[in-house]
């Protein structure tokens, strides 16, 4: 990427970097604001430990999702999980109310696409070399993470279906840019009531200590589709998607 903005953000790395660096050397003091940060930031810069450990930091996640034994089950542990930082195919969080930015609300969204684009989905040759490269990166993960050739394999065969089936459902990249679209404010107890798969309420209620009277949608076509993507039959595609979006997104760290 070239241009002044990606230069000006490549600067600044370098000098956080090079503070970080000093700071860790004992060349720069630290201020106690910093002190638990760069405990952090000497962790991730032990590259030896790193390599050291390989996939072990994993390992208990991916125990997490396999233990699963149902949607039910997936439902009732869904907090848990969500601190976690398991995926999973809605995603809450809390932030400014665009209709009032002196209150927070609660957003349910939708995941995103392992093609990042619903666009790449429309055209079967760009969506085969996507599918085939993404694929194949996730099973070699997999492998690095302790699975066979072939466990990796049929997890990523069953997760590239339950990913393709969410597609239909999804925002265009241009209807994503047009933020009204995402404030979509509907009453909790309505909202719950109408999916079957999920019990909302009690999760909100575990996870924040109170059930919220409104949520935004950000995406309600998808929302209406809810139940007759994740259900009894496709949960077991559901956990292997689980999976693989695990496993990519630790590879960077």
Known sequence: VVGGFSD????????????FDAMLNGEKAIEDELINFIEFYRLAADYEM???????PLLPYIDMIEGIESLADFSQHWATLDMEGIPAP????????????SVNALYLSAPSLFLSNKAYYEEENTKA????????????LLMLAGKTVEEAQDIVAQALVFDESLAPYMKSAEEASNYT??????????????????????????????VPETIILTDPVYFDALDSLV?????????C????L???????I
Do not use: C, H
């Open 181 to 210: 679209t995402l404030y979509n404010p509907q009453n909790l107890a309505d909202f719950d009531a109408q999916i079957e798969a999920f019990d909302f309420a009690t999760s909100f209620k575990e996870l924040l200590g109170k």
């Open 50 to 56: 790193r390599d050291a450990l390989g996939a072990e």
């Open 129 to 140: 070399a996507l599918q085939n490269a993404y694929g194949q990166m996730s099973i070699n």
């Open 241 to 244: 998607w689980m999976l693989v």
């Open 8 to 19: 000006l953000m490549d600067n600044i790395d370098d000098v956080l970097m090079t503070d």
């Open 246 to 252: 695990t496993v990519n997104s630790f590879a960077p």
């Open 90 to 101: 809605f995603l809450a969080s809390v932030m400014a109310d665009m209709g009032n930015a």
């Open 231 to 239: 259900n009894e039959e496709t949960f077991p595609a559901m956990k």
